[in-house]
């Protein structure tokens, strides 16, 4: 998804090591709620991650209630290896980029940076006739 045709902006500028404009988690969450409703698309969303840390350990700590499409998700990295069945199991993202042949973008786990990069590796994974189910769940 380009960001730019979705009428988003980056978000996560950095000066040194501290963020432009931060605002609290309930705030994003609203807001990416908010945003995601006016498109009408919240029952048809289905988040992909590399890994299931963020949304089964890390996002429900921060709050009680969470919009379905953060409840289940897509781990990038169990399809992958799914789909290609490398000869060593891929744990990462650079893992996972390095293996099509795709160069990182931006800085590694830098916020819309990862989005691209993830991005990426689905889109070559889908050409490639990889299927994306949802791979976790808070359910």
């Not at 988003?8 to 605002?23: A, F, Q, T, W, Y």
């Not at 992909?48 to 009680?64: M, N, R, V, Y």
């Amino acid at each position: 998804i380009n960001a730019e045709y979705m009428g988003l902006e980056r978000m996560d500028r950095l000066e040194g090591n501290k963020m432009i404009n931060p605002v609290f988690f309930e705030e994003a969450l609203q807001d990416l709620d908010n945003w995601i409703k006016s498109l009408g698309i919240e029952d048809k969303l289905c988040v992909i991650t590399c890994g299931d840390w963020d949304l089964k350990t890390q996002i429900p700590k921060h709050s009680e209630i969470l919009p379905s499409y953060l409840t289940r998700w897509v781990n990038i990295k169990k399809i992958f290896n799914q789909h290609y069945q490398p000869k060593k199991e891929i744990k990462g993202m650079t893992g996972m980029l390095n293996e099509l042949n795709i160069p990182l973008r931006g800085i590694h786990h830098l916020g819309m940076d990862d989005v691209d990069n993830i991005t990426a590796v689905a889109f070559q994974m889908l050409k490639d006739g990889a299927i994306l189910n949802i791979t976790g769940s808070l359910e």
